[in-house]
């Protein structure tokens, strides 16, 4: 079955970057997905990847698969206290034309910003 | 511009008390989803429609029952709270050809 794996706290100063990892197991997972959940709000996205792609780029943030070790990385450069949340790495399965919603999550990584 | 919209937003239940949570969107999207967060774990899938008149089960399906009403509305329902069930509810919908799933605001139910 389905796993996603992320470690669960990250502390960095403020204007540094931030690098949250997250593992999973499904080879044939066709979008992988960041999503960032500030207290007591929902879900928004982040970013996402194809998994034929091995990085990309939207602003301060930098997103790195490597397939073979089932490894993705968020990076947030120039890292703000605004930035303080839990970000959740998804990953959803290619269920046959359908759409992308059925996901599964890993943990949740606390990231918190100290000025 | 809405987008999901869940009611209510805090629930107080004793145990063995019933209720459902509604969920609501306005992109037209074919499929709905009900998620639970529990601290540590992650969002877990509950149940799907992954169109109007069609539901299954997802990882942690027991203790609810769904509805999907009509393409717009897919209600979850608990027939008798449990302290387990403490958690917070999200609804998300999404389609064919989007990417991306998008979330409600979320409901948070505590079970006494």
């Known amino acids: 079955g389905e796993d996603v794996e992320q470690s669960l706290f990250l502390s960095v100063r403020e204007g540094d970057s931030s690098v949250i990892n997250c593992t999973y197991t499904?080879?044939?997972?066709?979008?992988l997905y960041w999503y960032k959940q500030e207290p007591g709000a929902g879900l928004q996205l982040l970013t996402y990847?194809?998994?034929?792609?091995d990085m990309k780029q939207d602003q301060r943030l930098t997103v790195l698969l490597n397939k073979k070790d089932k490894h993705l990385s968020l990076r947030i450069a120039d890292t703000q206290t605004g930035d303080s949340a839990i970000y959740f790495c998804?990953?959803?399965?290619?269920?046959?034309?359908?759409?992308?919603?059925?996901?599964?999550f890993g943990q949740g990584t606390i990231l918190t910003v100290h000025p | 511009n809405a987008g999901v919209t869940q009611t209510p937003k805090f629930q107080v239940l004793k145990t063995g008390q019933s209720m459902t949570l509604q969920c609501a969107q306005d992109?037209?999207?074919?499929?709905m989803y009900w998620y639970r967060q529990d601290p540590g774990m992650g969002l877990r899938l509950i149940y799907y429609?992954?169109?109007?008149?069609?539901?299954d089960k997802g990882e942690v399906p027991n203790g609810y029952n769904v509805s999907r009403l009509n393409k717009r509305e897919f209600s979850l329902r608990l027939e008798s709270a449990a302290p387990s069930q403490t958690s917070v509810y999200f609804c998300?919908?999404?389609?064919?050809?989007?990417?991306?799933?998008?979330f409600g605001q979320g409901t948070r139910l505590t079970v006494v």
């Open positions: 499904d080879s044939s997972s066709t979008y």
């Open positions: 992109m037209n999207h074919n499929s």
């Open positions: 990847i194809f998994s034929n792609m």
């Open positions: 998300a919908s999404s389609d064919r050809g989007i990417t991306e799933a998008f």
């Open positions: 998804a990953e959803a399965l290619n269920a046959g034309g359908t759409s992308y919603g059925k996901l599964t």
């Open positions: 429609s992954a169109s109007e008149g069609t539901t």
